[in-house]
């Protein structure tokens, strides 16, 4: 793939002037021979382009995305040079606007674009935050690794009776505190605790049991989590905290540990949890290996519900 077909891409997928987030361009999926460290996506008339390692090719691509943007409806042009340690993003064109979110399903969730490292939203987990939504209600939900509570955003959108995001991040739950004011949630009802999962069991077990349970850890976080450890440590506690007909949304974004990684475990640890189904990836996020992608995994405690909705 060259840069004059890279920017045909751009101008086909963005036609339709999408005023929610899309991701225009995957080079990550490893589907584009010379752009596979870079992420182009659009936010209503902004355009943020990723950079995960220094490319021979980076000025030229900047000098297309520039005469990209000033000759389309997008007015501003942000790239993070997620290869440069604590390098903050550089406004190309424009400016960024304050107080900056995306929407997503009618969803709103802050985006912080002013440093290189994560944005605040992951954007290819928005099939799990569907089957959230369509299978959250009336049901008491816990929401581990909850970062910026995007999940308790579409739990409470389902009809969520109560969450409990539990995140080590303190500055994390903030924003989600701050998400859902921006959507005019009521949070009675919803807590935000600033926990060591691995170290409190014994306080999210008194608050359950729990009708839906959300593990979305990442891979490896220095001095919190590990998965190849560390994910069994919550599995095992499963049985503790579930409700009898527990649903369980289980996240694996490793692309080193495969699907089989997570339902082994929970044959050896939590055999009551019946594997039901793979959540699909978004198209445009489309791999070359899907197992090298995300893996959003639903089990079931008990009998399967005929009720159970997907995405």
């Known amino acids: 793939m060259d840069i004059q077909k890279l920017q045909t891409h751009l101008v086909e997928k963005s036609q339709n002037k999408p005023e929610e987030f899309i991701r225009l361009f995957h080079g990550r999926g490893g589907l584009y021979e010379g752009f596979k460290h870079i992420t182009i996506d659009s936010i209503n008339t902004l ?42 993003s550089e406004v190309l064109i424009g400016e960024l606007k304050e107080n900056l979110y995306v929407l997503e399903n009618g969803m709103k969730i802050k985006l912080n674009l002013l440093s290189n490292r994560n944005s605040g939203y992951f954007p290819d987990m928005k099939n799990g935050r569907s089957f959230v939504k369509n299978n ?5 939900v816990l929401n581990l690794f909850s970062y910026t509570c995007a999940f308790s955003l579409a739990a409470k959108l389902g009809g969520a009776s109560e969450i409990v995001n539990v995140d080590m991040s303190k500055g994390a ?17 919803i807590s935000f605790l600033p926990y060591n999962i691995l170290k409190s069991f014994s306080s999210l077990k008194r608050k359950g049991p729990y009708d839906l349970i959300i593990i979305d850890p990442p891979t490896f976080q220095r001095g919190s989590f590990e998965a190849t450890k560390d994910y069994q440590k919550i599995i095992k506690k499963l049985t503790e905290l579930a409700a009898p007909d527990a649903i ?64």
């Open 47 to 88: 355009l943020s382009v990723a950079l995960y390692f220094e490319e021979t090719n980076e000025k030229a691509v900047l000098e297309m995305l520039s005469s990209f943007v000033n000759s389309s409806h997008y007015e501003t042009l942000v790239v993070q040079r997620r290869y440069l340690k604590g390098s903050p």
């Open 173 to 189: 739950l903030s924003t989600g505190k701050a998400n859902h004011t921006l959507n005019q949630i009521d949070q009675r009802g």
């Open 248 to 311: 369980l949304l289980s996240c694996l974004n490793s692309p080193d540990l495969t699907s089989e990684f997570l339902i082994e475990l929970m044959q050896e640890f939590a055999p009551e949890f019946k594997y039901i189904d793979k959540i699909p990836n978004l198209p445009e996020f489309a791999s070359i290996d899907e197992e090298r992608s995300l893996k959003n995994l639903v089990f079931t405690r008990g009998v399967i519900s005929p009720l159970l909705e997907s995405y």
């Open 136 to 140: 959250a209600k009336d049901k008491k």
